[in-house]
């Protein structure tokens, strides 16, 4: 498996606040509404959608660690095998850092073709997840 670390990024909320928000998928709905997601179903362990020319696209959270990690992985509709996990690390009140980790498990061709689109995706994430919690009132 190949691994992608996104840089760390600064969030100025709780460690509790962020994974809260982060460890359930049905907190995710007014995101994919924005995004203009197809077909979008979620619970707390899962979520479903459409995407364009790709077809659906299963999520599923494996495992949480409270206030510390949430761990991702496909449930089907993405031809390779992949983990994103989460990582929250406060280092002060309302000074918490994040990390996204990503592990995919893809052909060599494929990962010719995408494997710096996954870098830079998984930085750019970091930054717009950063963005939303540091936008938000207290």
């Known amino acids: 498996m190949k691994t992608y670390e996104s840089k760390v990024v600064a ?41 364009k020319n ?13 206030n510390k990690t949430i761990k ?17 690390k406060p280092v002060a009140p309302y000074d918490t850092r994040l990390k996204l980790t990503l592990k995919e498990d893809m052909n060599i061709m494929m990962r010719m073709m995408i494997g710096k689109k996954l870098q830079e995706g998984i930085d750019s994430l970091a ?7 540091n936008g938000m009132p207290k």
């Open 11 to 51: 969030i100025k909320r709780l460690d509790e606040d962020i994974y809260k928000a982060l460890s359930s998928f049905k907190n995710f709905s007014p995101l994919a509404q924005m995004a203009k997601v197809e077909n979008w179903q979620a619970d707390d362990d899962w979520c479903k959608f459409d995407v």
């Open 54 to 66: 790709i077809g659906a696209v299963g999520l599923k959270i494996i495992e949480r660690e409270q």
């Open 72 to 88: 991702i992985s496909g449930d089907g509709g993405i031809p390779f095998d992949f983990f994103l996990w989460i990582q929250l």
């Open 127 to 133: 930054d717009q997840i950063a963005a939303a919690f």
